[in-house]
């Protein structure tokens, strides 16, 4: 299984990024998969899941400014994230669990200035 993510960079506040989280050896489609985050000096935390019954959660300081998407066809899922805002600064990694198995991505670094 290998998880490649991409699309970070430097964005002013309240501008806009999209992820990209590309994978081969999995289907998107019969797992969860997520975006997490970790800022410098904090612990990784959960931004967006997106389970295999379709279910989505977010985490609330993202509600409503970030979107988790899946394109089934390219094995793909994708993290929108709008209006953002300086503490969205981290380095963002994509997730995919199957059964009791997790395995991660290699992560892609967001930063918010000015």
């Known amino acids: 299984v290998q998880l490649q993510a991409s699309g970070g960079g430097l964005v002013q506040p309240g501008g806009s990024l999209r992820l990209s989280c590309a994978a081969s050896?999995?289907?998107?489609?019969?797992?969860?998969v997520a975006w997490y985050r970790q800022a410098p000096g904090k612990q990784r935390e959960l931004v967006a899941i997106?389970?295999?019954?379709?279910?989505?959660n977010y985490a609330n300081a993202v509600k409503g400014r970030f979107t988790i998407s899946r394109d089934i066809a390219k094995n793909t899922v994708y993290l929108q994230m709008n209006n953002l805002k300086p503490e969205d600064s981290a380095v963002y990694f994509c997730k995919v669990t199957r059964g009791s198995y997790d395995f991660w991505g290699q992560g892609t670094l967001v930063t918010v200035s000015s």
């Open positions: 050896g999995i289907r998107f489609n019969y797992n969860a």
């Open positions: 997106f389970r295999s019954d379709r279910s989505i």
